[in-house]
C-alpha cells in the first residue's frame, strides 16, 4: 500500500501521478474536459536571506 | 487698409474656429484630442468589465465546489477539536495574484499579513502571485520563503494547488515549521469582499487532537489526510480569492467606465464654450472692423 511512500515520494505527488495516468485513459470527450484542468504554467522561487531566487517552472512530469 | 483686415478676417472665419487660438485657455484641438483619448479608454474600461462579468459566474462556480472539499477536510480538525499550541515556528501564506486593475484586492491581503507579522516577525512567508509579493517584499524581504508566480492563470485547479502545497509543506519541513495560517480574500458578495485567515493544522497538531480515539483509522492514514486536508485549504483559499479577484475586477471597471463617462460629459461641455466663445470673438472682430468702415 505505502511502495510510493518507500520510495519516497509524498501523498499529494501520489495523488498527482495516479490522477495523471487516469486523465490519460480516458474516453476522448471526457480526456478533454479533464486534460482541461490539468494546464498550469506556474512557476515558484526559492528565496535565500531576502533575495528572490531563479524563477523555475514547475513541471508536472517531473516528479523529484 | 480697413477692407483688407475685414476681408482677412473674414477668410480666417473660414477656416473655421479650430484654426483660432486663445491665449491662456486650451485650444479646441487640444480639448479634442483629450476627449477622444478619454473615450478610448472608457471604451476600454467597458469591455473589461464584461469580460470579468462573465468570468465571475465560472469563477464562483469552481469557489462553490471547493468549498465542499475544504469544509469536508476542516470537518475532521472541528469535530477532533484540532487546535494550535503556542507556535514558535509560524508559517503564513498569502493568497493573491498576477493580475492588476483589480482593486483593492492585493493591497487588502498584504495589509492583514503585515498586521500579523508585525506581531509575530519570525514567521516565514510563502506569497502566492507577483503583487502581494512585491509589496511585502519591501519590508519583509527576510520573511519570504517561497513565491509562486502565474498561479491560477486560467482556472484554479486542484492539481495545481496540489503542487504548490507540496512545496510548501517540503520547505516547512525543511525550517521545522509549526503552524501555519493562510490569508486570502473571501468571497462576500459580487461587490464586497473581506480578507480573512485560516489556519491549517500540522500532522502534529492533528495527532494531538483531544478527540482523535473517536476516528478508526489505519497506520500512516493520518499523514496522508494532513498533506490532503492542506491540499483542501489552500485550493479552497485560491478558488475564493480568485473569484473576489474577478468581481472586484468587474466593479473597478464599472467605476473607471462610470468616470470616463463624467470627465467626457465635462470635456464636451468645456468644448462646446470654448468653440462657441471663439465663433462670439470672431464675430465681435468682424462687427468692430465692419463698424470702422
Redesign the interface.
Known sequence: ??FW?DAGF????Y??VA?RALRSVLKDEAKIQALK???????????A????GE?KF?D?KNQH | MFSTAASAKAVSFLAGPLSTQTAGMATLKEIQIRRRSVQNIGKITKSMKMIASTKVPKAQKIMESARVYGAASNGLFQHAQTDFADSKKPLVIAISSDRGLCGGIHSSVSKAMKADLRKNPESTVVVLGQKVKIQL?REY??N????????A??IP????T??????I???AKEEGVDSAKIFYNKFKTIIAFETTSIPTFTLEALEASPKLSTYEYDD?VL??FA??AF?NTLYWAVAEGNASEMAAKRTAMENATKNAGEVIAKLTLTFNRTRQAAITNELIDIIVGASAM
Open positions: 500500500m505505502t511512500k509524498s501523498y499529494l505527488k495523488v498527482q490522477s484542468r490539468e494546464e498550469t504554467v506556474l512557476k515558484v522561487s526559492r528565496w536571506n531576502g533575495k528572490q524563477l514547475v508536472p | 517584499s524581504r527576510d519570504i520563503a517561497l513565491h509562486f508566480e502565474q498561479v492563470k486560467t485547479t486542484w492539481d495545481e496540489a503542487a504548490i502545497a507540496d512545496i509543506l517540503e520547505k500512516g499523514a496522508n498533506q490532503f491540499a
